[in-house]
């Protein structure tokens, strides 16, 4: 099983009117789940726009960024 499916298994109990996807990516768990808003975030512009000419609709949002305050670079180890 895939992890989506595990993952909408669990989500997928009861009614969601909202859900904030952080990584998104291509956003997988909207084959699984309806809800009537999503805002989908992540890096990767071209996964966004797949995601959205595959699952968009009214209520839904595919926004490019980052939830972390501080983006690193390929590789790059954060040092504290």
């Known amino acids: 099983m895939r992890r989506e499916e595990l993952l ?17 990516g291509r956003s997988p768990l909207l084959r ?4 009537e808003r999503y805002v989908g975030l992540d890096l990767h512009p071209a996964d ?5 000419r595959r699952f ?3 209520g839904y949002e595919f926004v490019e960024g980052t939830s ?7 590789g790059a ?4």
Do not use: I, K, N, Q
């Open 48 to 52: 966004l726009a797949y995601a959205e």
């Open 68 to 74: 972390c305050r501080r983006r690193w670079s390929a």
């Open 8 to 24: 909408a298994g669990d989500v997928g109990r009861g009614p969601h009117g909202f859900m904030l996807d952080l990584g998104s």
């Open 56 to 58: 968009g609709r009214p």
């Open 32 to 35: 699984h789940l309806a809800p």
């Open 77 to 80: 180890a954060p040092t504290s």
